[in-house]
């Protein structure tokens, strides 16, 4: 724990083993004993759901995060919250992958002298599946039923020009397949 200062509130009825941290599901199975739970923020558990090894979730003075019921964060994965992170049900994150809402400094674009934001909101909808070693990144929006291929990179709006039931992968991610 480094730190808990925020909170953690409940919305749903409260059971024996509804939230499990470091419950292996996957293949890896040596820990590195790299977990970090920081909550300086508010954290909502919408339900049941778990965490593989050497996880790390964090939640800023000013972060949110929201996880969905029945949902499983992969081993050796990150999610940082500055602003808001919101996660749907049914949620798997494969392992090594992350969820950043920030990329923690304002950017100057010279050109038109604009100072641009360092954090946006994430929200990643009910069934949704991530592969392993992707990135998360502020603005990203995914539609219900999406598939993520391994090793992408998401940093937009996918609502706008893609259908639910569809794989997106790539850096930056987009349309692989829809109808599936």
């Known amino acids: 724990f480094n730190g808990l200062k925020g909170k953690i509130i409940i919305t749903a009825p409260i059971s024996k083993g509804m ?22 923020g508010v954290f909502f ?27 499983y964060l992969g081993s050796r994965t990150r999610i940082v919250s500055t602003k808001r992170v919101i996660i749907g049900r049914f949620f798997r994150f494969g392992f090594e992958s992350q969820i ?5 400094h304002f950017m100057h674009d010279y050109e038109s002298n604009e100072i641009r934001r360092f954090n946006g909101e994430v929200i990643i909808n009910d069934f949704c599946w991530v592969g392993n070693r992707t990135t998360i990144m502020k603005n990203t929006i995914t539609p219900r039923y999406t598939t993520v291929a391994s ?4 940093n937009r709006d996918y609502t706008k020009d893609v259908p639910e039931k569809s794989i997106i992968g790539g850096v930056p991610a987009k349309l692989i397949r829809d109808k599936i």
């Open 151 to 154: 090793n992408s990179l998401l």
């Open 45 to 71: 558990i919408n339900g049941s759901f778990c965490t593989g090894i050497d996880y790390a979730l964090i939640i800023q003075r000013e972060g949110i995060l929201e996880i969905g019921e029945n949902s």
């Open 19 to 40: 939230v499990k941290f470091g419950y292996n599901l996957e293949s890896i199975k040596k820990e590195i004993g790299i977990s970090e739970l920081k909550i300086d």
């Open 100 to 104: 950043l809402d920030s990329t923690f």
